[in-house]
Nanobody, 119 residues
Framework: QVRLVESGGGLVQPGGSLRLSCAGS????????MSWYRQTPGKERELVAG????????NYADSVLGRFTLSRDSAKNTVYLQMNSLKREDTAVYYC????????????WGQGTQVTVSS
């Protein structure tokens, strides 16, 4: 079965950096489109960074463009989210998402990892 486990969250000061990891198992990593979402209390879950149907092309939310970078290490079945120049408004639970290219109706989620940006 598809499993996703996020890690790397924590408390960081404004302007700092964190790298989140999403370790996948139980699926062929190369045929899944990977994304990162985040959610804050009382708000809808929003897409932060998402791989597209085009290899190497990633969409980013306007609020994180230029600060966050999604990358993958297929050999390790792991996707990363490098977060730089963090702001207080980046505080959220971050979730990893996987969608198979052969069936976009399927969605797989990790348990989430908390990121708190505060002085």
């Amino acid at each position: 079965q598809v499993r996703l486990v996020e890690s790397g969250g924590g408390l960081v000061q404004p302007g700092g950096s964190l790298r989140l990891s999403c370790a996948g198992s139980g699926f062929t990593f190369g045929v899944y489109r990977m994304s990162w979402y985040r959610q804050t209390p009382g708000k809808e879950r929003e897409l932060v960074a998402g791989e597209t149907s085009t290899r190497g092309r990633t969409n980013y939310a306007d609020s994180v463009l230029g600060r966050f970078t999604l990358s993958r290490d297929s050999a390790k079945n792991t996707v990363y989210l490098q977060m730089n120049s963090l702001k207080r408004e980046d505080t959220a639970v971050y979730y990893c998402n996987a969608v198979p290219r052969y069936n976009s109706a399927l969605n797989y989620w990790g348990q989430g990892t908390q990121v708190t940006v505060s002085s």
